[in-house]
Nanobody, 127 residues
Framework: QVQLVESGGGLVQPGDSLRLSCEAS????????IGWFRQAPGKEREGVSC????????YVADSVKGRFTISRDNAKNTVYLHMNTLKPEDTAVYYC????????????????????WGQGTQVTVSS
């Protein structure tokens, strides 16, 4: 059974940093991209940052560019989202997702291409 288990969310103040982790397990076949999406109250789910497991290429949303970084530890089957200089507008439930579809770099952030999802972890940025 495929599992994507997120951790690391919490309540922080503006300007703080957090690191989210997503451990993947149970895959019986390769997954070709893995990454992070978020959904704020009353808004649609959006791509934040994703990474190709084939060539390491990445997608980073404009709203977090320069502040968030994605990384992957292959030995631990874990992907991380390093979030710096957090803003109140970063408040959302953050979901880890993976796809068994081969995804080229321009499409890494397309939600519809991801078919495995974690339960999400809440990140709240507030003073």
């Amino acid at each position: 059974q495929v599992q994507l288990v997120e951790s690391g969310g919490g309540l922080v103040q503006p300007g703080d940093s957090l690191r989210l982790s997503c451990e993947a397990s149970g895959f019986t076949r390769d997954y070709y991209a893995i990454g992070w999406f978020r959904q704020a109250p009353g808004k649609e789910r959006e791509g934040v940052s994703c990474i190709s497991t084939r060539d390491g290429s990445t997608y980073v949303a404009d709203s977090v560019k320069g502040r968030f970084t994605i990384s992957r530890d292959n030995a631990k089957n874990t992907v991380y989202l390093h979030m710096n200089t957090l803003k109140p507008e970063d408040t959302a439930v953050y979901y880890c997702a993976a796809t068994s579809t081969i995804v080229d770099r321009p499409f890494l952030g397309v939600i519809e291409l991801y078919n495995f999802w974690g339960q999400g972890t809440q990140v709240t940025v507030s003073s």
